[in-house]
């Protein structure tokens, strides 16, 4: 398979809360409970036993390891069964701040040190 990852993802123990965003900028009101595999300032891959579609944008809200909450809006990107009746998404951030971009970033440098 082609790399066609943008920046490197990073293992981490993060939390997660997403909400979809519908056409017409309504908001559904329903909170999804997933498990981060890995995250970088591109994107974000995370498990999941909500069946979610692909192309649909989610505004989350994401607690990092300094316990801070990052605000991003993504869109899933891919979506992959698992067998076990969960399955396994690749998204993209279509909206997050720079400053929070940096926060992943300036873990990424201490990872790797």
């Not at 992943?104 to 440098?109: F, G, H, L, R, T």
């Amino acid at each position: 398979m082609d790399e066609r990852r943008k920046h490197k993802r990073l293992d981490l123990d993060v939390s997660v809360q997403l909400e979809r965003l519908d056409q017409d900028d309504i908001t559904t009101l329903k909170f999804i409970h997933v498990v981060v595999t890995d995250i970088s300032r591109s994107g974000i891959g995370f498990v999941s036993d909500q069946n979610l579609k692909v192309g649909t944008y989610y505004d989350t809200k994401i607690q990092i390891w300094t316990k801070e909450v990052i605000d991003a809006v993504l869109e899933i990107v891919r979506c992959d069964p698992k067998g076990d009746g969960t399955y396994k998404y690749g998204c993209v951030f279509v909206g997050m701040s720079d400053t929070d971009a940096l926060k992943i970033d300036i873990y990424q440098i201490f990872n790797d040190v």
